[in-house]
């Protein structure tokens, strides 16, 4: 490891830190890499918050909660972790901007810490296409769920060598019904969400060290519930039956049904989320709020970063600030990176071995 990363890292911290970086460069030279303590663990958790390309709620950064499990020896302390994550982030619908740091030696083989699971039937899928093959390798394990559109997926923890399951406890996943105020959009059906968006497939840098579990929330955009996650046509794939719910005419796509329909879907998981006492932000506020983040950025002197498709919201993106300029999409680190290899390798590695006996 090249000392230069760490002095890069350091650089960006307040204070003189010469001795500790002589520290670091003997533990290299040592044991070719070096260890980051808690502190400094969470301030690069920060600077990666501040860095992430993608991400239009940074304005943030400093608030990011980070709670140090690199301690965790088996996968009972890696579950008691995400357990712990999940009741602290969600903090009865106040949520809290939370990071788990765990070991390498685990991994998650979900995308996020809280999903809905995927059957298929005869009429077509049930629940979130999305987690079908989750869903499957959740079943191979001897999970069962239910069979609604809302079953909660279970946790499945790799070590690299095996693959076990937990399932969350009911009391730490809190969902939200959505319900428009004005209109039934959905005929009688029962559709909710969950309140934490907490990804768990990302990997962390800091100072040279990569991170490969490190499960993190925020709190909802309402479009990515609105306007992706119930909307989207390979998802739950609302928009038709909110359309019809509302009376507008859906045989020709120049009557905008789908942009009415969806803007009312938003609207009712705004209302939803507002009714429970459940923390989410709209897209124009974000919008705004990340051009706070700008100027803040801008008075300390620092470019801002950005990846603009992300950045923009899925909802009317031309009647924010963030549409109409230009973003370079240069990487800064420390920052936050798509998880390497693929997570089902545990799972091929046990059928491989399988298949041999």
């Known amino acids: 490891m090249d000392i230069q990363v760490a002095r890069h890292f350091f650089s960006q911290l307040e204070g003189d830190h010469s001795k500790r970086l002589q520290t670091i460069a003997d533990e290299i030279e040592r044991t070719g890499s070096y260890t980051l303590t808690t502190d400094e663990l969470t301030e690069g958790a920060k600077l990666a918050w501040r860095n992430s390309n993608r991400c239009i709620g940074r304005l943030f950064w400093q608030t990011l909660n980070v709670r140090d499990a ?12 995400l357990v712990s994550h999940l009741r602290y ?17 685990f991994r998650l083989l979900n995308a996020q810490l ?13 629940g979130d296409p999305l987690s079908l093959t989750m869903t499957r390798q959740a079943e191979r394990l001897g999970w069962s769920g239910t069979g609604t559109e809302f079953d909660v997926l279970p946790l499945l ?8 399951l937990y399932e969350l406890p009911d009391d730490v996943v809190l969902e939200v019904e959505i319900r428009h105020e004005a209109y039934d959009l959905f005929s009688g059906r ?12 990302m990997e962390l840098e800091i100072g040279g060290q990569r991170f490969t579990s490190i499960p993190f929330n925020g709190w909802y955009m309402e479009t990515e519930i609105g306007a992706r996650n119930l909307a989207d046509t390979d998802r739950y794939n609302l928009l038709p039956l909110v359309g019809a719910s509302l009376g507008l005419d859906t045989s020709k796509e120049r009557t905008l049904w789908r942009d009415r329909a969806l803007v009312e879907l938003n609207v009712a998981v705004l209302q939803s989320f507002e009714r429970a006492g459940v923390t989410i932000v709209d897209h124009h506020t974000a919008a705004k709020q990340f051009k706070r983040f700008e100027k803040n950025e801008q008075d300390a002197g620092r470019d801002v970063t950005g990846q603009w498709s992300w950045l923009i919201p899925p909802l009317s993106p031309a009647a924010t600030h963030v549409f109409h300029r230009h973003y370079d999409d240069k990487i800064v680190t420390p920052n936050l990176f798509a998880r390497s290899g693929c997570p089902f390798s545990a799972f091929q590695a046990k059928a491989k071995e399988e298949s041999k006996a």
């Open 70 to 81: 690199r301690d965790a020896e088996t996968f009972d302390d890696v579950f008691e972790a």
């Open 89 to 105: 982030a969600t903090n009865d619908g106040k949520i809290r901007s939370t990071m788990t740091v765990l070991p390498n030696e």
């Open 114 to 126: 809280i999903r809905y699971a995927a059957y298929e039937t005869e009429d077509g899928i049930i």
């Open 157 to 164: 923890i790799t070590d690299g060598r095996e693959v076990r």
């Open 190 to 201: 029962t559709i909710k969400w969950h309140a934490v968006p907490a990804i768990a497939d």
